[in-house]
């Protein structure tokens, strides 16, 4: 017997991933599951950090990225007809949290602190290293740069670098290579 797909089930599991690039790390995983557990046929979820054994009755979505294990949410169903409909549903909706955890464990890889003695070496050289984000904020600078800007560190981090220190014109933005 196959079950019928109920649209305002499929409604919620798009608003839900809707939701997910707003959620900061520590809400993902709960939302998620709180979320699919409303998923017909769905007795229980669960999270496994590391790759477990086969049970009845379950399905397994791996979380893997770039060839690495991230993880595993397992439903328990308490009806596998009912859930039938929406399996390719919540796949997308785990693949689509994958990417997203990715994303940001990527970010927080390039956006993380120079070690200290990366920071030494970034202040003994005699030119001025800054990183810039991809909104064009200054997110590191190194001492050469605060003597050059005339600015400490804590003043310029996160000024956005076409606009300030020098109040560049929007041609440098665009490319051109004009100061005022």
């Known amino acids: 017997m196959n079950a019928i797909v ?31 557990s409303q998923v017909p046929g ?3 979820i669960e999270y496994a950090a590391a790759e477990t054994g086969d049970r009845e009755r379950t399905i397994r979505y791996r979380m893997d990225s770039n060839g690495q294990f991230r993880g595993e949410l397992i439903f328990s169903l308490s009806d596998a007809t009912a859930f039938a409909p929406y399996t390719d549903h919540v796949g997308y909706c785990v693949s689509m949290l994958t990417q997203i955890l990715e994303q940001r464990r990527q970010r927080a890889a390039v956006t993380r602190e120079p070690s200290v003695l990366e920071r030494q070496y ?12 991809r909104n064009g904020r200054i997110t590191m600078i190194n001492r050469k740069g605060e003597q050059l800007l005339g600015r400490a560190e804590k003043d310029l981090l996160g000024a956005d670098w076409f606009e300030y220190p020098y109040r560049r014109t929007n041609a440098i933005r665009s490319g051109g290579y004009t100061t005022r």
């Open 122 to 133: 970034l202040d003994i050289v005699g030119v001025m290293v800054l990183a810039l984000d």
């Open 42 to 44: 769905v007795g229980h």
């Open 6 to 36: 109920d649209p305002k089930v499929l409604v919620r599991l798009l608003r839900m991933q809707g939701k997910l690039l707003r959620l900061s790390d520590a809400e993902l995983a709960p939302f998620v599951i709180r979320e699919l």
